[in-house]
Every structure is written in C-alpha cells, then in structure tokens.
C-alpha cells in the first residue's frame, strides 16, 4: 500500500512523516515554500518521542504521480480546499485502467463532516478519519505533535456501504497507522466520531480570534458554541458518540510541550498566524448554522464565530486580537 498524502501541513506532515519513518511508502503532495524546504531538505517531524527527518518521495499535484492500484489517497487538506483537491485527483488514471475516483479509496484525515459527503460524489470509496492530533505547523519543512503515550488517535471507519475488498484495505490502512505509532481503531460508527470532534472544534475560532480558552469570556463563548452545535445535532437526529466511549478510546492521551517547538494553537489558530487568508470555520462553526437553519434552530455564536473568523483571516489579523467580551455582547444583540 502506498499512502500519496494531499496536503503536508500539520496533519498530513505528521502522518506522512511517521509513515515514511518507518518504511512506509509515502508521496508527500505540497505546495509553495513548504514544498521547496521538503526538496531542499526533507520533513522534519517531532514528537514526544524525538525527532526525525524523513525524505519520503515528493509531489506537486497529481500531474508528479502515477497512480498504482493499491494506492490510497489521504486528503489532508482544510475543509475549504476540498473540492480543489477532488476535482484535480478524481479522474486521474490509475495503472491497468480505470481512474482514481473509481479504483482508490480517498480518506477524510479532516475536520468537519462535509467532506466526505463531497468525496462520495466523486469516489466510490471514502474512508472517514476522526482525527485526535495535536499537530504543528508554523514553518516550512517542519512538523510537530505533542501527544502522548502515541502522536495521535486515529479513528477510521467506512463514510458509506463499502466496496467489496474496502474491509480489507480498511484493516490494512489501520495497521500502517498503528506500525507507525498511531493509536487507530476501527469504528463502524465512525461518522459519530465525527460529529463529537465537531463540537470540540467549534471552540477553534474562539481560540483563533480571543486566544487559549482560559478567562471566563473565552470559556463562556467556547460553551454557548458547543450547547447551540448539540441542539442543532439533537433537531437535526444526528448521533454524536456516546462520552463513555469516546473517553475509552482516547484513555491515557494527554498533550506535552515540545522543547524548542512552538504550540500556540490548534489548526484554525495556526491559519491566522501563518498568515493562510483562509479558515476552517465555514465547515466547523458553518455546519452547526446550516443545520440550525435547516431544523429552525437558532445559532447565533456560531453564526458570529463563522463570520468574525472569515473576516479575520481575509484581512490577515493575528490570533488573538478579538475581546471575547465584545463577541458575547454581539451575539447577545443579535439574540434580541
């Protein structure tokens, strides 16, 4: 199995590079001057347990790669990259015939719950990843991940009925993640998952525009967010998974800082300082609105937390340049 990873920033660098780490065949698929540090001097990834430095085979786009039927595609991009991402990979030729779409699978290694219902309008395989990664990236051809006993916890399962050899590819996806130190369990209900780190993400844009969730403003906006996301999830008859279950799988994970590696944030922090012009939160925050809008429940944190966080990155603020007392009072306007 080769493992062709779209998209080497936080995510698919500590994945790919763990992989590649202990002899995996990996493609690392980058762009820009993360791209031009991995030609110069390959992918520098820190963990708890040390440092590495991969030099894994590399890629532009899929015009670099001939695709190979036990190929698997690891969309690693963010949410609002995605159908790029698809659209440039889904009729790409595969070896003995076919294409992409039809023959490789494509895993989700994302936040959010949209893209794999956008993947499964273009790829007849679509695996869902439930990602529990501390990962880091803030400079070009490094990578970190704090967590500990193992990088990150890893959760895969089906997004739909699969393909007849997709329990075997599944199992054997989540033993190269297990040889590489990932904790990946296998989950029938995977999309649950899901939905349950969707409502840890929507704090993110909390993070992003006030900073760590540490005052009582910063806290208060981070829970209306998530009691507005489980409302929305209730009307909706949507399943987040069950707490005792979700603590059972992640028992013993805990977050360490890194000597010499800054960790100011998580991925929609990383965004604002790495300057992207782009965030997460229409496809966080965003889907708790879609859905509130169409099941009649109101959102209004949310709705703010998607429009401030778009409009931050847009205008290139930094992180942590917005009083979670003056989003609270906004929301609370537009409550009345």
Same mark, same amino acid.
Do not use: K
């Given at each position: 199995m080769?493992? $062709? $990873? $779209?998209?080497?920033?936080?995510?698919?660098?500590? $994945?790919?590079? %763990?992989?590649?780490?202990?002899?995996? =065949?990996?493609?690392?698929?980058?762009?820009? *001057?993360?791209?031009? &540090?991995?030609?110069?001097?390959? +992918? @520098?990834?820190?963990?708890?347990?040390?440092?590495v430095r991969v030099r894994p085979a590399l890629a532009a786009g899929p015009d670099d790669v001939d695709l190979r039927p036990d190929d698997v595609l690891v969309l690693a991009v963010k949410s609002q990259d995605t159908a790029d991402a698809l659209d440039a990979w889904a009729d790409r030729p595969v070896a003995g015939g076919g294409t992409a779409a039809e023959r490789l699978a494509v895993v989700c290694a994302q936040n959010g719950v =949209?893209? @794999? /219902?956008?993947? %499964? /309008?273009?790829? &007849?395989?679509?695996?869902?990843?439930?990602?529990? %990664?501390?990962?880091?990236? %803030? @400079? *070009?051809? /490094?990578?970190? !991940?704090?967590?500990? *006993?193992?990088p990150g916890v890893l959760t895969v399962g089906h997004a739909a009925t699969p393909p007849a050899d997709g329990p075997a590819l599944l199992t054997a996806y989540a033993r190269d993640l297990v040889d590489a130190g990932f904790r990946a369990p296998v989950a029938t209900d995977v999309m649950a998952w899901k939905y349950t780190k969707l409502l840890t993400n929507l704090a993110n844009a909390v993070e992003a525009l006030c900073g760590p969730l540490r005052d009582d403003d910063t806290l208060e906006l981070a829970a209306r967010a998530d009691a507005e996301g489980r409302a929305v999830l209730r009307a909706a008859g949507l399943v987040a998974l069950d707490d005792a279950v979700h603590d059972a799988a992640r028992a013993g994970f805990r977050?360490? !800082?890194? &000597? #010499?590696? @800054? /960790? #100011?944030?998580?991925?929609?922090?990383?965004? +604002?300082?790495r300057g992207t012009g782009s965030i997460e939160s229409d496809y966080l925050n965003g889907e708790i609105v879609l859905l509130g809008r169409l099941h009649g429940v109101p959102t209004p944190v949310n709705a703010l937390l998607q429009r401030r966080a778009r409009a931050a990155a847009a205008t290139g603020r930094p992180p942590g340049a917005v009083a979670a007392r003056d989003l609270l009072a906004a929301a609370a306007g537009r409550e009345t």
């Open positions: 080769r493992h $062709i $990873i $779209i998209g080497t920033g936080a995510v698919g660098g500590v $994945i790919g590079g %763990l992989l590649a780490s202990v002899g995996t =065949d990996v493609v690392l698929v980058a762009r820009g *001057p993360q791209l031009a &540090a991995l030609r110069a001097s390959g +992918l @520098e990834v820190t963990t708890v347990a040390g440092t =949209d893209n @794999e /219902r956008a993947a %499964l /309008r273009r790829f &007849a395989h679509v695996v869902a990843m439930c990602v529990w %990664l501390p990962a880091t990236y %803030l @400079e *070009p051809g /490094r990578v970190s !991940a704090g967590g500990t *006993p193992v977050v360490e !800082a890194l &000597a #010499g590696q @800054e /960790r #100011g944030g998580g991925s929609s922090w990383q965004s +604002l300082a």
